[in-house]
């Protein structure tokens, strides 16, 4: 059994973090500039963001490291800082994990690379797979505990990432996907394309993040909990719509609104819940509050919930491949 599965069947759901984006630009992060740069320019804001979500009662906080390939530090010319910059990434997420005084995992942040695969772009596959390996071994190197593939649109970026990953790394691997157009990803997955495929590459977890607010990442649990009710799903929410207010960029969605998501996307099913663009600490901390409510008023017994019961099933699922 991996950490990932020890935390959530002793705590039946986890709660996980909230955006690293937004909070580096409150403090200060220029737009445009490369988020990971501040995890060696500025690793004490970088370990402030981590330390704050942890107090909010976070159970696994995100590595800042979204953009860590080389395809998308190329953007900002550091690409040849690959594995500087995710080592750092990983540590800085380490020491507040460690100093917690608690449990709190640490997911190693994989993000898509931004470019099209061939022949609609010039990325092949075995080229994604060595960039996401590269950025895994890196993080892996710092000492995570979960490879976090995330917002990603093309199945077969997620298949790239996934070996990529367990090419170099025997830490399991979640993944999430962002369902952006019209209930599908950019590149027409659909909800239950995406849970039928992902479910055969062996994850840890799965599920949803960024995404049009909560709504949208609901009916995309509700759908893959009705498919794979065995299946641990991760729901990663923005902080509701994203309105334009005097040329800046401002989320809807309230710490009282991810609140009440949090408590209907619970009971849809899934068991790793957080926040995404335009969230926070006070986000995450009323999060926290409403799944204790949620789990409360679960008519259910604890060790049948959907966490737990998750992760005893895919356990069971496991040893009957082995033949145990």
Not at 72 to 81: F, G, I, Y
Not at 202 to 214: I, M, Q, R, V
Request: glycine letters at 10%; hydrophobic letters at 40%.
């Amino acid at each position: 059994m991996n950490k990932l599965q020890e935390l959530l069947e002793k705590e039946g759901r986890l709660l996980l973090d909230g955006a690293m984006g937004t909070m580096l630009m409150a403090a200060g992060l220029e737009q445009g500039a490369p988020p990971e740069g501040w995890n060696v320019a500025h690793p004490d804001k970088v370990r402030a963001v981590h330390r704050a979500y942890i107090e909010a009662g976070s159970n696994i906080i995100l590595t800042n490291s979204f953009g860590g390939t080389r395809f998308r530090l190329k953007l900002h010319n550091l690409q040849d800082r690959v594995a500087e910059l995710n080592r750092a990434a990983a540590a800085n997420a380490r020491a507040e994990a460690d100093a917690a005084g608690r449990t709190v995992l640490v997911g190693g942040s994989i993000g898509p690379t931004g470019e099209l695969f061939a022949p609609m772009g010039t990325m092949t596959f075995e080229d994604a797979k060595a960039a996401f390996a590269e950025q895994a071994a890196a993080l892996d190197e710092g000492g995570i505990d979960i490879l976090w593939i995330e917002t990603m649109s093309d199945l077969n970026e997620v298949r790239a990432a996934v070996e990529g990953a367990k090419s170099v790394s025997n830490l399991p691997v979640a993944a999430t996907m962002t369902f952006d157009t019209h209930g599908h990803t950019m590149m027409g997955v659909s909800p239950k394309k995406a849970l039928e495929v992902m479910g055969s590459f062996g994850l840890a977890a799965l599920g949803a993040n960024c995404g049009n607010g909560p709504a949208e990442i609901e009916d995309v649990i509700t759908t893959m909990h009705s498919l794979d009710p065995d299946m641990i799903l991760i729901a990663k929410s923005n902080a509701g719509i994203p309105h334009w207010v005097d040329d800046e960029l401002h989320y809807d969605g309230t710490p009282e609104v991810m609140a009440e998501y949090t408590k209907r996307v619970f009971a849809s099913g899934a068991s790793l819940i957080g926040g995404c663009c335009g969230s926070s600490p006070a986000h995450i901390k009323a999060m926290g509050e409403a799944l204790k409510v949620a789990e409360q008023n679960a008519v259910m017994p604890s060790s049948n919930m959907p966490g737990v019961a998750a992760a005893k099933s895919g356990r069971e699922r496991r040893h009957r491949r082995k033949g145990e």
